[in-house]
């Protein structure tokens, strides 16, 4: 597609609830990359990807947080049992090197944990 | 530890004027710095970049200057224009990290017409 593709847009969760985030990144791009964004902050590194492998995730906050991306396009971030410190905008980006440039962000789901 | 912060959370001014957003960082390692706008309900979009062997860059209506000496990174727009109004983040990517970005809190920028 013309860019990175996330859905939900907005989803709400009851605390306890397990969900799933999807992103579409930009068709042969290599690289994947998760943050997340809380109200008011920039965004934070959660994890990355090259192809199918997990190089990174050093930045998911707990073992409730799990990331995927079996056949190296479309990744899914899962958080099991919601918290309300959850709730916050979680950014898909994508890039066509393992580097910094030529990154494109898609626009978020926004997650809200009640 | 590692840290991108900026100096100003918010910055008002007329359109027309010229608007300079400030950045602090703090890792020495780091060897690429970018700037992104965004808009509300958007994920942030590509300004300017920089790498740390420059000092300055220009875009179209945009510089970014880099201060390596006491690690300081701003980003001016000209002729500021309504639709400039978003929130500015500067981002570093440190070296041998991979892709990895470090964020600032950023500063909202609001233009008035």
């Known amino acids: 597609g013309a860019g990175v593709s996330q859905s939900p847009r907005y989803k709400v969760a009851k605390r306890g609830q397990d969900v799933a985030l999807r992103c579409d990144p930009i068709?042969?791009?290599?690289?994947l990359f998760w943050y997340q964004q809380a109200l008011g902050q920039g965004p934070e590194f959660l994890t990355y990807?090259?192809?199918?492998?997990?190089?990174?995730k050093s930045g998911l906050p707990s073992d409730r947080f799990f990331a995927e991306r079996p056949e190296g396009s479309v990744s899914t971030l899962k958080i099991q049992r919601t918290q309300q410190e959850d709730s916050a905008v979680y950014l898909c980006?994508?890039?066509?090197?393992?580097?910094?440039?030529?990154?494109?962000f898609g626009s978020g789901t926004r997650l809200t944990v009640v | 530890g590692e840290s991108v912060g900026l100096h100003l959370p918010t910055l008002s001014v007329q359109e027309g004027d010229n608007s300079i957003i400030n950045c602090a960082y703090s890792?020495?390692?780091?060897?690429?710095f970018i700037w992104y706008k965004q808009e509300s309900g958007k994920g942030p979009q590509f300004i300017i970049d920089?790498?740390?062997?420059?000092d300055k860059r220009q875009g179209q209506r945009v510089t970014v200057l880099l201060n390596k000496t006491v690690k300081h990174l701003s980003l001016q727009i000209a002729a500021t224009q309504p639709g400039d109004s978003a929130v500015y983040f500067c981002?570093?990517?440190?070296?041998?990290?991979?892709?990895?970005?470090?964020f600032g809190q950023g500063t909202e920028l609001s233009v008035k017409p």
């Open positions: 980006a994508s890039s066509y090197t393992g580097f910094s440039y030529g990154y494109t």
């Open positions: 068709s042969g791009h290599v690289s």
């Open positions: 990807f090259q192809n199918e492998a997990q190089l990174d």
């Open positions: 920089i790498r740390s062997n420059m």
């Open positions: 981002a570093e990517n440190i070296y041998n990290q991979g892709g990895k970005l470090i």
């Open positions: 890792n020495s390692a780091s060897d690429y």
